[in-house]
């Protein structure tokens, strides 16, 4: 994992922004710890142009623009850094894809961008990231400081 002020820095996957402006959820709670920690500087974070992308698409394909907004501008501002994904990206995602049964494409995308820049924790709802291969998921509920 790269460090960054000597804190580790985790890829940030959008189902964490979208449970904590979401309905009532057995994850909204523990997503809105971590996005506290996140806010207070406690975890470090990065994302993707995918993981943008992706947010926006779901808020703005159910005419709720507004959470959309927020939910980019949350994206936006809490991560150090957001990856572009890469022809190079793609290709890798192509492998996960052949090499990683049930596996979706959008979660190969993001492993993708996340192996080829060297970080190797995600903090995610989504146990599809459990069989990638150098990928440490780290679920919001299990969260410890």
Same mark, same amino acid.
């Given at each position: 994992?790269? #460090?960054?002020?000597? /804190?580790? &820095?985790?890829?940030?996957?959008?189902?964490? %922004?979208?449970? =904590?402006?979401?309905? $009532?959820?057995?994850?909204? #709670?523990?997503?809105? /710890?971590? &996005?506290?920690?996140?806010?207070?500087?406690? %975890?470090?974070? =990065?994302?993707?142009? $995918?993981?943008?992308?992706?947010?926006?698409?779901?808020?703005?394909?159910?005419?709720?623009?507004?959470?959309?907004?927020?939910?980019?501008?949350?994206?936006?501002?809490?991560?150090?850094?957001?990856?572009?994904?890469?022809?190079?990206?793609?290709?890798?995602?192509?492998?996960?894809?052949?090499?990683?049964?049930?596996?979706?494409?959008?979660?190969?995308?993001?492993?993708?961008?996340?192996?080829?820049?060297?970080?190797?924790?995600?903090?995610?709802?989504?146990?599809?990231?459990?069989?990638?291969?150098?990928?440490?998921?780290?679920?919001?509920?299990?969260?410890?400081?």
């Amino acid at each position: 994992m790269e #460090a960054t002020n000597d /804190r580790p &820095l985790f890829f940030l996957d959008a189902n964490i %922004i979208m449970y =904590c402006l979401g309905a $009532e959820h057995p994850l909204k #709670a523990p997503c809105l /710890r971590v &996005l506290e920690q996140i806010r207070d500087g406690r %975890i470090h974070v =990065c994302t993707s142009t $995918e993981i943008q992308q992706e947010t926006l698409h779901r808020y703005y394909r159910q005419k709720q623009q507004e959470v959309g907004d927020k939910a980019y501008r949350l994206l936006t501002d809490l991560c150090y850094v957001v990856y572009p994904v890469t022809p190079a990206d793609m290709e890798r995602a192509f492998s996960i894809l052949h090499e990683v049964p049930d596996v979706n494409v959008r979660d190969a995308v993001h492993a993708a961008v996340m192996l080829n820049n060297g970080l190797t924790h995600i903090l995610s709802a989504d146990d599809h990231f459990d069989r990638i291969a150098g990928i440490t998921r780290v679920a919001p509920e299990t969260w410890q400081p």
